[in-house]
């Protein structure tokens, strides 16, 4: 497999994923006190949205990808 056709594959995994899930979040662990030997922490759950759009395209660019390295053979 040349690297194109791996990077058009990678592209439309990624988009279709995008596209799927519309996002992700992750969990962060934040010092609230510290006060001597009294350590309190707490979890922060925040989210990173993606739009649909740049699944498409992705997805879109992986397609032409494709296509391009199916001519030229």
Same mark, same amino acid.
């Given at each position: 497999?040349?690297?194109?056709?791996?990077?058009a594959v990678l592209l439309?995994?990624?988009? *279709?994923?995008?596209?799927?899930?519309? %996002?992700?979040?992750?969990?962060?662990?934040?010092? &609230?006190?510290?006060?001597?030997?009294?350590?309190?922490m707490a979890d922060k759950?925040?989210? *990173?949205?993606l739009p649909p759009v740049? %699944?498409?395209?992705?997805?879109?660019?992986?397609? &032409?990808?494709?296509?391009?390295?199916?001519?030229?053979?």
């Open positions: 497999m040349n690297p194109n056709a791996i990077l439309v995994s990624v988009g *279709i994923a995008t596209i799927v899930y519309q %996002g992700f979040t992750y969990t962060t662990r934040e010092k &609230v006190v510290d006060i001597g030997s009294l350590h309190v759950t925040r989210s *990173i949205p740049l %699944g498409v395209f992705a997805v879109m660019g992986g397609v &032409v990808l494709l296509a391009m390295g199916t001519r030229k053979s």
